[in-house]
């Protein structure tokens, strides 16, 4: 492939942002091609929502341009961004809690005329997400979070998005929930096609699914590179990946072992 040609799928160039009095982005520059699941890791408070939400429309740029497939939208309304082929599910899933599941689920394809295409995306969604179907006519606000998420995730593909821009997926959930919906988000990269923008604080789950990473820190990129590439970074290794706290923590198992005999 001639690189000088390529062009990704998302571009955030140089990319400034406030949240409140405080610049929370501070010139993030990133790429996503098509097809790939990128994720962006930090901390709580580095600024990672606020990228996301400045990235969809939902917030404003101080400065910077994001491009989806050439076409400038920094400053465009959600719903054009949408349109354009961009969804954003976001932290705390955000459904609507009186509404049934189905028709949570038909929101999410508001911008669409397409009835035909509407139903059968209808039906892709409940093949994914079983549970759904089963749960459709049921009020969404009475589901568990697992399933709550789940229903998130399918609103935002009821929009036939190019790339889905997903906020912490698995906060709040169990271990068991947590992969079972990252199962799901890799079937729908893989099987789908659908590009994948992750945010994450669990830095492992998030690395195993992902193609490609970048550590955010206080608003800025401080690391990027491939999954496994971050998974071999001791940095990560040791701030994000936990590495350095279980090997504390088996440190004093084993000073307490020493000290019952």
């Known amino acids: 492939m001639n690189t000088t040609d390529h062009q990704p799928l998302l571009k955030v160039d140089n990319l400034e942002s406030y949240y409140g009095p405080i610049m929370a982005i501070r010139g993030v520059s990133l790429t996503i091609d098509t097809g790939q699941i990128v994720t962006v890791l930090g901390a709580n408070g580095a600024g990672k929502t606020t990228l996301l939400k ?17 076409r400038a939208i920094e400053g465009a309304a959600p719903d054009a961004v949408v349109n354009h082929g961009m969804v954003h599910v976001p932290e705390g899933r955000e459904i609507f809690p009186i509404l049934t599941v189905e028709e949570n689920l ?11 295409g509407v139903a059968t995306d209808l039906q892709l969604v409940y093949d994914y997400f079983p549970i759904l179907r089963e749960r459709r006519s049921q009020e969404a606000g009475t589901l568990s979070g697992g399933q709550q998420q789940m229903l998130a995730i399918g609103r935002g593909l009821m929009a036939k998005p190019r790339i889905m821009l997903l906020d912490e997926p698995s906060l709040g ?4 929930l947590v992969g079972e919906i990252f199962s799901i988000i890799r079937r729908l990269n893989s099987e789908q096609n659908v590009t994948m923008m992750l945010v994450e604080q669990n830095a492992k789950v998030a690395l195993d699914v992902a193609h490609f990473g970048y550590v955010l820190e206080l608003g800025r990129i401080v690391m990027s590179g491939e999954a496994e590439k971050l998974r071999q970074s001791k940095d990560v290794q040791e701030f994000y990946l936990g590495a350095q706290q279980e090997t504390q923590r088996g440190q004093r198992r084993w000073k307490q072992r020493k000290t019952w005999r």
Not at 54 to 70: F, N
Not at 106 to 116: I, N, W
Not at 173 to 176: A, E, W
């Open 173 to 176: 959930l169990s271990p068991l």
């Open 106 to 116: 038909k929101m999410g394809a508001y911008t669409r005329s397409d009835r035909a």
């Open 54 to 70: 400045t990235i969809s429309g939902v917030m404003d740029p101080e400065k910077g341009t994001i491009a989806l497939d050439g």
